[in-house]
DNA sequence: ATGAAAGCGCTAACAT
DNA sequence: ATGTTAGCGCTTTCAT
């Protein structure tokens, strides 16, 4: 049809201005929301139910909204989703290292958990200085996540504050502090480390030794452990307690060195308590090197029930936490707690045990 | 001011639609970028511009705007940020599980390297068969990362078809397949069965011994070092091989177990290889518990030069991968991409070597 | 049960 | 260098 029905008016001098200039249209993404509603022949907001709530739409509706979605591979745009309705479905975790024996397996357990509630998993370390730990966090409080789970991370003050003021879930996991930021899921350093005094002054043990990473988790666990040796219900005679440090991240070679250390400064040390099974092996197998006979000569407590601690020879006594445990609860409090409902409990001690085997 | 100056029209019958009925205003967020530039005495986009590129700014703007951020502790949205720009500075990482030996540095210097380049990395873990690891693909894609790494996750075909249909740039990690779906940085399974091979029939070893997981990744090392000793290049006189399979995750007690399996099928076996030196470490223990000497009787090789590997007794001959250089590259490789840079070379073999240690 | 309109809080594109 | 405008692709709210 190439006759002009509809005359385009000839330049009359310059141009009027058109009210709305179009400009040029935003790089295209891929197919939306409103593309399938036309292919479905309904609504935007049709297909948006037939998606997220497939309950209140009629099957009519829904059948035909899968066949557009099916046809072209739609994938819907949770950004754009997560904008219009505040809430993102992606919860974050800091965590000073995976490799953790506590830590790798409550991460496992987060991502699992979550993904069962449909929420994804952002994940953080820190562990590299208060500054780069504050920054984290305000990338993490950015993306405005439904939660945030903090493991082992003792927020600076500013830190806190900001989490506090960013109105978001936080849920603790490592420690039973006395004044949660918000929620808890955590267990007892003291408590396991009068535990562990107990366990092995119960057994004959007087020099004891307790062999840690050189930062402030390890550190409430070895003054908690050194006070309950010299003062713990336990105590009835002479007994001497003494720590080592290692340089964070727990191996194998540092718990060697460190048992060469202990008998350095505290000779005819019986009795050693490690932050980590890792530890714990390098203690093991320096003490066999040396000729030291385990347990006889020394007895070594490990932290983490690590998959090796039942298998390696002597299979080692250890302190387990239920890690999982951990995990599912802070998803399952942030995710309530999203969801609007109301947490019942928001603080947890999952409690630990201290499991005996031959090298005690 | 009780005067009704402005007397309110009584009710006329029923009162006229107004023509736009000012709806109940939705939830308020936090303060917004909007308050900020209020504060600040300046338009919206320059708060936008002195917080992203700040050098696009005037001294005396980013002044104001410092200030106003300052005390209003605002963080921006990048939930808003990601739907306007189409760049979500989130990338996603998939791997079967984080405790596995490569992986786990992977993921670690992933984090680190993003990080460094202000990404997060959203984490998933496939493993739980193929219906749930597509339906983790989709979950991923809908909120539009700005790249996904696959560690060791080979995507059924439907889900290679959505990662390709997506856009979005992917990094293949784990084996050098022949046709990747985007990018690639990983290392040839092949190319380490023949050189562990080699290296233990070049020391006089005869009868060789394969355990690993029960999955494919295990499974194309195995069938290549059979190959391998059966056929390789090394070949001189009468070899034998044979492969145990061990249910994943690999752990020090299925590697005890294997050991024992390995035996009774191939009586008199003097070199094993492991898909992980955490099975290696359980050979090693094993053996010892049967009497067999490490290595005279039996050599042993593992996979990933964990942190134990070196300093456990007797040391572990193993391979070592560079899983960090695989994470930086990775990372790097996305973000460049993201940032509409070609990238150099997307297919890089990154090797691995050889670790000789006591087990041979 | 379905649809229309109005944003969510930013940034790209354009204009000055 | 700074501001204005119009979306990004969804979901909430309200009306039918």
Not at 26 to 52: F, Y
Not at 182 to 190: K, R, T
Not at 243 to 255: C, F, H, I, L, N
Not at 258 to 273: K, S, W, Y
Request: net charge neutral; with cysteine; charged share 20%.
């Amino acid at each position: 049809m190439s006759a002009p029905s509809n005359k385009q008016p000839v330049a009359a001098g310059r141009s009027a201005p058109s009210p709305l200039p179009p400009r040029r249209a935003r790089v295209a993404g891929g197919i939306t929301l409103l593309e399938v509603a036309r292919l479905a022949g309904v609504s935007a907001m049709s297909v948006s139910r037939a998606l997220n709530t497939p309950e209140q739409v009629s099957a009519a509706i829904l059948a035909k909204v899968r066949a557009a979605v099916e046809s072209t591979g739609y994938v819907a745009n949770r950004v754009a989703g997560s904008l219009a309705s505040q809430r993102s479905r992606l919860v974050a975790a800091v965590v000073p290292s995976i490799a953790g024996p506590v830590f790798q397996e409550m991460v496992q357990s987060l991502i699992a958990e979550l993904a069962a509630r449909d929420h994804q998993l952002m994940l953080g370390q820190s562990g590299y200085g208060t500054q780069e730990e504050d920054a984290l966090l305000d990338a993490i409080i950015g993306r405005r996540p439904d939660g945030i789970v903090l493991g082992g991370v003792v927020p600076s003050a500013a830190g806190r504050r900001r989490l506090v003021a960013s109105g978001i879930p936080v849920v603790e996991t490592w420690d039973m502090v006395q004044d949660p930021i918000d929620m808890l899921v955590g267990f007892s350093h003291e408590a396991i480390a009068t535990a562990v005094a107990t366990f092995l002054i119960e057994r004959g043990r007087r020099r004891l030794g307790f062999i840690g990473g050189n930062h402030e988790r390890a550190a409430r666990r070895a003054s908690a452990f050194v006070h309950s040796a010299l003062h713990g219900p336990a105590r009835e005679r002479e007994i001497s307690a003494h720590v080592e440090t290692v340089v964070a991240p727990a191996t194998v070679r540092s718990g060697r060195q460190a048992l060469g250390e202990m008998l350095r400064h505290q000779p005819g040390t019986d009795a050693i308590f490690c932050s980590s099974d890792v530890l714990a092996l390098g203690v093991v197998t320096e003490a066999a090197a040396r000729g030291l006979r385990v347990p006889q000569d020394i007895a070594v407590v490990g932290f983490g029930d690590l998959d090796f601690a039942a298998d390696v020879s002597p299979s080692l006594t250890t302190v387990r936490i239920d890690s999982t445990r951990i995990g599912q609860l802070a998803a399952r409090f942030i995710v309530s707690r999203s969801e609007g409902l109301d947490v019942e409990e928001a603080k947890v001690d999952v409690g630990f045990s201290i499991v005996s085997r031959e090298s005690t």
